[in-house]
């Protein structure tokens, strides 16, 4: 066999030459750099460390920056939703009219309205403006535990919409409420400036004061109760009655009666709701018609 010139000739060499100041040097130095990285990983806080420097120098490309970058945005649409929402729940329950009850909830928004808090939105309304929202006798069956178990508010484009649900997550009644609606209904029916004859709506229908109120004294107690569902707004305004005006339409059971005031040389207006069928009487009276 030949033997090349460069292998060792004895085992005493070949010994030498494997552990050579060099090669234990190298194996000491691969042994601690291993059991480093083992322990430490510097490596990988290096590396990172140099990405993160060359963060803004790197192209914003690949699948998984777009994968990542889903992701983000995913979670900041999820907590500004969740963050809406509370804010919607603390506007809400914060509410001392429906008013403020519209403003809180955007369209599409929804919260869970406590049944005492409703109780205590109607209870802040005069009784006859109450009856424009619902009938105070049907709120009681409605507010019954055994009738209604949440009532769940949900903003609209024009106003809001309340579900009255059972324990069977039924819809009992539904209120559809518009912004318009709420504003005329939590305005109290405020006086306002002008006189009947500039309102299209009671024109032909217009009485002097005395001729209104002689026919309706005319008229059965328990009906005139009817007619006159909330004479407080009357009795709050100043200056004195000339003339009574009947809207020339009915609206869910009732019809508007306008009011007309004199005060201190200007008119205005006060339109309180009344009941359809005790208006029709009265205007069987005002036309000298026997009821």
């Not at 069977?168 to 405020?190: C, F, H, M, P, Y």
């Amino acid at each position: 066999m030949i033997q090349k010139w460069y292998d060792p000739f004895s085992v005493g060499e070949w010994a030498r030459r494997t552990f050579s100041f060099l090669n234990l040097g190298f194996l000491i130095f691969t042994v601690a750099f291993g059991a480093s990285e083992f322990r430490f990983d510097w490596c990988e806080k290096l590396l990172g460390t140099y990405l993160l420097t060359i963060n803004d120098l790197r192209p914003e490309t690949g699948a998984l920056w777009e994968l990542g970058q889903k992701t983000s945005n995913a979670h900041n649409s999820l907590n500004k939703i969740i963050t809406q929402r509370e804010d919607s729940k603390r506007s809400v329950q914060g509410a001392d009219s429906f008013s403020k009850l519209v403003e809180s909830l955007g369209s599409g928004e929804w919260v869970t309205l406590e049944k005492e808090q409703f109780k205590q939105l109607y209870l802040s309304l005069s009784p006859g403006v109450g009856r424009q929202l619902i009938d105070p006798s049907h709120l009681v069956w409605l507010l019954n535990a055994d009738t209604t178990d949440r009532i769940f508010c949900e903003g609209m484009a024009e106003g809001i919409s309340l579900y009255f649900i059972d324990s069977q997550n039924q819809v009992v009644r539904q209120i559809d409420l518009k912004k318009k609606t709420i504003v005329e209904i939590e305005s109290g029916n405020a006086a306002v400036q002008g006189g009947l004859s500039q309102m299209e709506a009671f024109s032909s229908r217009i009485y002097p004061s005395e001729q209104f109120f002689d026919a309706m004294v005319k008229l059965p107690p328990e009906m005139i109760s009817e007619l006159m569902v909330d004479p407080e707004l009357l009795l709050k305004q100043e200056g004195s009655i000339q003339r009574v005006g009947i809207w020339n339409e009915a609206d869910g059971g009732y019809i508007k009666l306008g009011f007309e005031f004199e005060y201190r040389g200007e008119t205005s207006v006060l339109i309180i709701q009344a009941r359809e069928w005790a208006v029709w009487q009265l205007s069987l009276l005002l036309k000298g018609q026997t009821p």
